[in-house]
């Protein structure tokens, strides 16, 4: 018995087989792109906290970039602003145990910074981490840390 389409079918495998490989490489094509656009923004970003907060270059260099890290991957709105992440930066250097509870805190400060950019047409982030600093957990005083949550 003849398969449907008859002799259509090896040219129809072919055609799909040629759409699967052009949608795999334009895939692969679109992560590399991004993961080269979150290297540069991660770099630039970095680098104005450094510039931003020039004590931060006395600290182990590891440890600064490692806080600066967890901060852009969990807080990516936070971490552009060089006076917030050099003011988290800072305090989880004081107060080294990053615990479940401070990754908690700072993906709702996350959220809360998403929310209200895209509430109020893109809202300062000083404006909006008034609360948190008046909270304890930045500190006002760039040459000083956070006083941390009770």
């Known amino acids: 018995m003849p398969l449907p389409g008859g002799s259509r079918l090896p ?3 072919g055609q799909a087989a040629a759409i699967a490989g052009v949608t795999v490489g334009a895939e692969a094509a679109a992560n ?18 450094i510039d931003a907060n020039p004590d931060l270059r006395n600290k182990d260099s590891q440890e600064v970039m490692d806080r600066f890290r967890i901060l852009s991957t969990l807080g990516p709105t936070l971490a552009r602003d060089p006076t917030i ?3 988290w930066i800072r305090q989880t250097l004081e107060f080294p145990v990053i ?9 709702s400060v996350e959220r809360e910074a998403r929310e209200g950019q895209s509430m109020f ?16 957990y930045l500190s006002k005083d760039p040459t000083a840390g956070g006083t941390g949550r009770p």
């Not at 590399?32 to 906290?49: C, G, S």
């Open 11 to 13: 040219s129809l495998i």
């Open 32 to 49: 590399l792109m991004r993961r080269t656009i979150n290297a540069i923004t991660f770099n630039r970003d970095f680098k104005r906290v």
């Open 85 to 87: 992440a050099g003011g």
């Open 99 to 107: 615990t479940p509870t401070v990754l908690k805190d700072l993906v």
């Open 121 to 136: 047409g893109g809202i300062s982030m000083p404006d909006m981490m008034s609360q948190h600093l008046s909270k304890g």
